[in-house]
């Protein structure tokens, strides 16, 4: 079984990039303990960046080229960096009295934080509701995650559940439907899905896709009809075609 990066216990993580800062620090729910700024780099030419720690009092290090690119050799950081630490990931809650469009993305036995990161992007640019994580058998969310992520998970909600399963079975009781992302006989077109009401969609790993268990909490499976020569589309590929259509349905 492939290892997963072990999980951030103590909630320090590290970002690198104009983006990815500039929405940690604008954030209440995330304390910055350090930024460091390349002098001469790209990130110094912001104005927002050359005014940090003026108004707020934040730990601001703006240190020499050189040292700089000695402390973070081999990162592309756009010449700034942000140590920081908080809760990045929720403990779940009751959604018995959610909006009747709201929409959860859970990721079963997902194993490449590329992928994980893009989905949080994408998931938030699709005004998801939140993405259900698990505990166990699943990538966590580690600086890589959130490097990739751009930011986005400083506003969409990551809930940790321990067993996804029980998770789903939870949610069917609190009026959502579990939709299932699966190339299978048994799946519909993925735009032929009424995606206006309470939906949990659920994405599987990149090589084995959902596991049994969870295929048989589904109330229904969708697919993404292949033309070419592959026959499946990267997982975060596919994330982005599914939260899309949603989001084109419950905004048209």
Known sequence: MRKHPAKKQQGIYQVYGINGTSNIIQTKKL????????????AERKKWVQQLGE???LPV??????????????????????TFRGEVIRHMSSFTHSEQT?????????????NLGQIIRTAECAN???????????VQVTDTVLQVSQGAFVHLPLYQCGNLH?????????????????????????????????????????????????????????????????NSLNVSSATAVILFERLRQISS
């Not at 998801?128 to 699943?138: A, D, K, N, V, Y």
Request: hydrophobic share 35%; aromatic share 4%; net charge positive.
């Open 55 to 57: 108004k707020i009092p």
């Open 128 to 138: 998801i509701t939140g993405i259900l994580l698990p505990e166990h058998q699943s």
């Open 31 to 42: 304390t910055v303990m350090r930024i460091d700024i390349m002098q001469g780099g790209s």
């Open 61 to 82: 290090h703006r240190l020499p080229k050189d040292q700089f690119l000695k402390k973070y050799k081999g990162k592309r950081t756009q010449g700034i960096v942000v």
């Open 102 to 114: 709201d929409c959860l993305l859970a990721l079963d036995s997902l194993e490449d934080p590329q």
């Open 166 to 230: 029980q998770q789903l079975r939870q949610l069917k009781k609190e009026g959502f439907l579990i939709i299932g992302v699966e190339n299978s006989v048994d799946s519909r077109p993925w735009h032929s899905l009424d995606y206006q009401q309470k939906l949990v969609l659920v994405m599987g790993s990149e090589g084995k896709g959902i596991r049994p268990i969870i295929k048989k909490t589904c109330d229904e499976l969708i697919t993404i009809p292949m033309q070419g020569k592959l």
